[in-house]
């Protein structure tokens, strides 16, 4: 009994669903939330252990650190969200059967899938990299890093 390509169409789950935003997000949210980390967390730390030319044993300002353990937290959020997000898609739009696979490559629809494995692996490594950087936080003293 052969299925009809409009049968397997309605069979699996509609790649439209997952969403292009939630595509981005999941492809490049972590990667952003990691640049602002690095950019915001260096920026802060190295004007409070070197506001001349000289550096310092402690930051000028007792606030630098908290400041920096803030943007590594919300960093780490919008990281979890990304790797969720994209893991969400991902498996909305993986397909069971053979025969839908075919399909969906015939009509260009596994581009969205491959968007959302995409994600998920990207997004993983940059929360492992935000991971490692806040904890060099709780390890390292301010101005030693």
């Known amino acids: 009994m052969a299925t009809s390509p409009s ?5 699996t ?11 981005w997000f999941g492809l ?5 939330a990691w640049s602002v980390q690095e950019l915001a967390s260096y920026a802060l730390l190295a004007h ?3 506001p ?12 630098a650190w908290p400041f920096a353990a803030v943007v590594s937290l919300a960093a780490l959020l919008v990281s979890v969200a990304a790797v969720l997000t994209a893991l969400r898609a991902w498996r909305h739009t993986r397909l069971g059967r053979a025969e839908a696979k075919a399909h969906h490559a015939e009509v260009g629809e596994g581009r969205v899938s491959f968007m959302a494995l995409s994600g998920v692996l990207v997004s993983s490594i940059f929360l492992s990299n ?3 950087n806040a ?10 890093m």
């Not at 049968?7 to 069979?11: D, I, K, W």
């Not at 789950?13 to 595509?23: C, H, K, V, W």
């Not at 490049?28 to 952003?32: L, N, R, Y």
Request: proline fraction near 14%; charge should be neutral.
């Open 48 to 50: 409070a252990c070197y």
């Open 52 to 63: 001349s030319w000289y550096p310092l044993a402690a930051p000028v300002t007792s606030a």
């Open 7 to 11: 049968a397997v169409t309605l069979a």
């Open 13 to 23: 789950p509609a790649p439209a669903a997952a969403g292009l935003p939630a595509l």
């Open 135 to 144: 904890i060099v936080l709780f390890v390292v003293p301010p101005c030693a």
């Open 130 to 132: 935000i991971v490692m």
């Open 28 to 32: 490049f949210g972590a990667a952003a």
